[in-house]
């Protein structure tokens, strides 16, 4: 009997995904791609370079969406950060510049919202083939916006949906950090 039942719970771990991720983050199934996401916290802002950092010392970097799954990476990232953000304050609509989250891309040389520019994803310098922009973005405000964040644009009673948004480096915004799954032949 003892032996029956080690190897039905030996059966039951088997049958499981061979694929997980660390405590904390999300695992996150794009087209039959496994990556695990994490979101930084809700007061936790940092400038591009600490959110690198940070998603560096987690064995992972800042979320892209080149992996050819674009447009179902890019609407699966927005579901996860407005589940963890929630609606909104009541009152005036539009975009919230205390709601960003970075993201894996910069922009080299002038752009603005008639003229997208030359962004490249960070982690392989491809370039970005394909835009999800607010409204009136890029715009490259005072000259010195060259990084890519999600930014949260909300009506007068808290519903909003996130865009891109160009920003500066050097300013401050949430991070999400990406990684491969660990499977459970890597324990």
């Given at each position: 009997?003892?032996?029956?039942?080690?190897?039905?719970?030996?059966?039951?771990?088997?049958?499981?995904?061979?694929?997980?991720?660390?405590?904390?983050?999300?695992?996150?199934?794009?087209?039959?791609?496994?990556?695990?996401?994490?979101?930084?916290?809700?007061?936790?802002?940092?400038?591009?370079?600490?959110?690198?950092?940070?998603?560096?010392?987690?064995?992972?970097?800042?979320?892209?969406?080149?992996?050819?799954?674009?447009?179902?990476?890019?609407?699966?990232?927005?579901?996860?950060?407005?589940?963890?953000?929630?609606?909104?304050?009541?009152?005036?609509?539009?975009?919230?510049?205390?709601?960003?989250?970075?993201?894996?891309?910069?922009?080299?040389?002038?752009?603005?919202?008639?003229?997208?520019?030359?962004?490249?994803?960070?982690?392989?310098?491809?370039?970005?083939?394909?835009?999800?922009?607010?409204?009136?973005?890029?715009?490259?405000?005072?000259?010195?916006?060259?990084?890519?964040?999600?930014?949260?644009?909300?009506?007068?009673?808290?519903?909003?949906v996130?865009?891109w948004n160009?920003?500066?480096c050097d300013?401050?915004?949430?991070?999400?950090?990406?990684?491969?799954?660990?499977?459970?032949?890597?324990?």
């Amino acid at each position: 009997l003892k032996i029956a039942v080690a190897l039905s719970l030996l059966g039951a771990v088997y049958a499981q995904d061979t694929e997980y991720c660390p405590d904390g983050w999300i695992v996150s199934d794009t087209e039959h791609t496994i990556e695990c996401i994490l979101l930084g916290g809700l007061d936790e802002r940092v400038t591009k370079k600490d959110a690198e950092l940070i998603c560096g010392g987690h064995e992972g970097r800042l979320v892209d969406m080149d992996e050819g799954h674009g447009g179902h990476k890019n609407r699966a990232i927005k579901e996860m950060i407005q589940d963890k953000v929630g609606n909104g304050d009541f009152g005036t609509p539009g975009p919230r510049l205390e709601d960003q989250w970075w993201i894996g891309a910069t922009v080299q040389g002038p752009h603005n919202d008639h003229h997208y520019g030359n962004w490249t994803w960070d982690h392989n310098h491809q370039e970005v083939t394909w835009f999800d922009w607010l409204d009136g973005q890029p715009n490259n405000w005072q000259h010195e916006e060259q990084c890519l964040t999600f930014i949260r644009d909300q009506d007068i009673f808290g519903y909003g949906v996130y865009h891109w948004n160009d920003w500066g480096c050097d300013y401050v915004a949430r991070y999400i950090c990406e990684r491969e799954p660990l499977s459970y032949l890597d324990d």
